[in-house]
């Protein structure tokens, strides 16, 4: 079946850019969505099909896609932006949704 | 605004079947497809499955066997029952709404605060 990896733990000053990634075999193919987690909360959703954002949610949160790579980048973070962060696809071969295992991001 | 709330047993016993209710408000359910998916504790998370307008459905097929889900319209919710559960199935259970298209992939848009269900004796 199709996995995607992210890094556990990814860590940030505020007013920096950070950059979550998702590593899929050929992921360039599909269309990856990701969500922020706070503690306690649901998901939100934040980008679609690799690079949209949904109404509502900042510009500063922007994503690419491309051969084994996608990726969630958050400019000019803020303490606001803690969360657990998590990628999507569809996965052909099985037939399932597929999501990454979730990075942290902590702002320092 | 789209709001989904789940309700359920927050405790289930071993071998018995976990149901849980989502009720939608805020938008009909009917022409939306809808999305179970779970998190245990302290894990990430998981896809149950989706429930299509149609009434068809699409599940893990890791959990195919044990599954159902259906759509009531006139009480504009959404059900899943999980049969013969054990304590793997211990999870924060949510309900979302499905956005997108199949061709360009699924997404889930709008999401209930989640539910606690623990199988436990």
């Known amino acids: 079946s199709y996995v995607l990896t992210q890094p556990p733990s990814v860590s940030v000053a505020p007013g920096q850019t950070a950059r979550i990634t998702c590593g899929g075999n050929k992921i360039g193919s599909k269309n990856v969505h990701w969500y922020q987690q706070k503690p306690g909360q649901a998901p939100v959703l934040v980008v679609y099909d690799d690079s949209d954002r949904p109404s509502g949610i900042p510009e500063r949160f922007s994503g690419s896609n491309s051969g084994n790579t996608a990726t969630l980048t958050i400019s000019r973070v803020e303490a606001g932006d803690e969360a657990d962060y998590y990628c999507?696809?569809?996965?052909?071969?099985?037939?399932?949704?597929?999501f990454g295992g979730g990075t942290k991001v902590t702002v320092l | 605004q789209v709001q989904l709330q789940e309700s359920g047993p927050g405790l289930v016993k071993p071998s018995e079947t976990l149901s849980l209710t989502c009720t939608v408000s805020g938008d009909s359910i009917s022409g939306h497809h809808w999305s179970w998916i779970r998190q245990p504790p302290g894990k990430g998370l998981e896809w149950i499955g989706y429930?299509?307008?149609?009434?068809?459905?699409n599940s893990n097929p890791s959990l195919k066997s044990r599954l159902t889900t259906s759509l009531d319209t006139s009480k504009n919710q959404i059900s899943l029952k999980l049969s013969s559960v054990t304590a793997a199935d211990t999870a924060v259970y949510y309900c979302?709404?499905?956005?997108?298209?199949?061709?360009?992939?699924?997404?889930?848009?709008?999401w209930g605060q989640g539910t606690l269900v623990t199988v436990s004796s």
């Open positions: 979302a709404r499905v956005g997108g298209y199949e061709s360009s992939g699924y997404y889930l848009d709008y």
């Open positions: 429930i299509y307008d149609s009434g068809s459905t």
């Open positions: 999507q696809v569809w996965d052909t071969s099985s037939d399932r949704e597929v």
